[in-house]
């Protein structure tokens, strides 16, 4: 009896310190984790049941991947581009710049294409590096010419030898603040977050293209195809998706009508995704004006919103302000030359754009 009662005792004292440990390793493995959690990016740093660094790309940015290799990785600068003086002038600017940017110290930049997708040549030809390529045969579009991209650079991956093995797919009105490094990481590709993609949002739309047994819609990236910076292989696999996911979107009545002039970013986004291709997302690759104020730490100012503003310089977005910059204004040719700058007290952001076309 009194032989029982021990090993009985000792049995629940043995179950005690099994616990205990399981609630230690358990407290450590939580503090672990939450340690690696960036307090820039929000982004996780977990590890599978191998050890391993796993990783949520589809966040931010993790540390690790801030952490470049010493070796350079440049990437080609791709742009697609229409024969209109609206896109000729965006297409200079942008080109002037970056040749500006291209080799100084941190630039990852290689060569540059614009892939001009209406057909035929035009005058920007011994300018600018081009590739021509077909527009979609007529009426496919639908007026919605964006739609052209993703064919451009089905073709434009067939057609041309690229030396460098990541692609920056970039667009007219991008303009290079300062050197870009290649930010991307292997097989997660770098691109800019949009606050106005919202696959969750739209989970009843995006299913017709997107099913169920792809997974969760949490799967896709809140983005569009540019700024992204993607190994040249990975492109290859998604371009074709990408525009045929953009015209069936085109073709249904209800994606059309919700999606509007973002339905293609958000055909790149589920293409990506059918693919298993998730990126890194890189708030500092982009800014806009106005609602970005500053250009420090930034690589890339997108001039694709108007901005107005009283002479006091307080912005009036939506109604015509007394000082304004709109790229739509300037549909038929390029801004003039002696651009006014802004009156005192609009942001920086605002100022240096103006400066860089001036």
Known sequence: MIGRKTKGGASLLFLIF????????????????ISNRSSNT?????????????????????DYVKRRKNERAPFHVAL?????S????????????????KDLPGSEMGGFTRILHSGSPDNLMEEIPTMVVDPLPEGMDRGYIVLNRPWAFVQWLEKATIEEEYILMAEPDHIFLRPLPNLAHGGYP????????????NEKIIRKFYPEENGPVTNIDPIGNSPVIIKKDLLEKIAPTWMNVSLKMKDDT???KTFGWVLEMYGYAVASALHGVQHVLQKDFMLQPP?????????????????DYNLKGELTYGKIGEWRFDKRSYLRGPPPRNLSLPPPGVPESVVCWCMLFT
């Open 18 to 33: 099994v616990a205990l440990g399981f609630c230690i390793v358990t407290y450590n493995l939580l503090t672990m984790l």
């Open 42 to 62: 929000g982004s996780w740093v977990q590890f599978d049941l191998r050890g391993r660094i796993v990783t949520d790309p589809v966040i931010e940015m993790p």
């Open 80 to 84: 697609t581009a229409t024969d209109s």
């Open 86 to 101: 609206y896109s000729k002038w965006q297409c200079r600017i942008m080109y002037y710049w970056y040749k500006k940017m």
């Open 190 to 201: 770098a691109a800019f977050p949009f606050f106005y993609i919202k696959p969750a949002q």
């Open 254 to 256: 209800e994606t059309d």
């Open 291 to 307: 609602w970005d104020l500053e250009t420090k730490n930034k690589f890339i100012l997108h001039f694709t919103y108007g901005c």
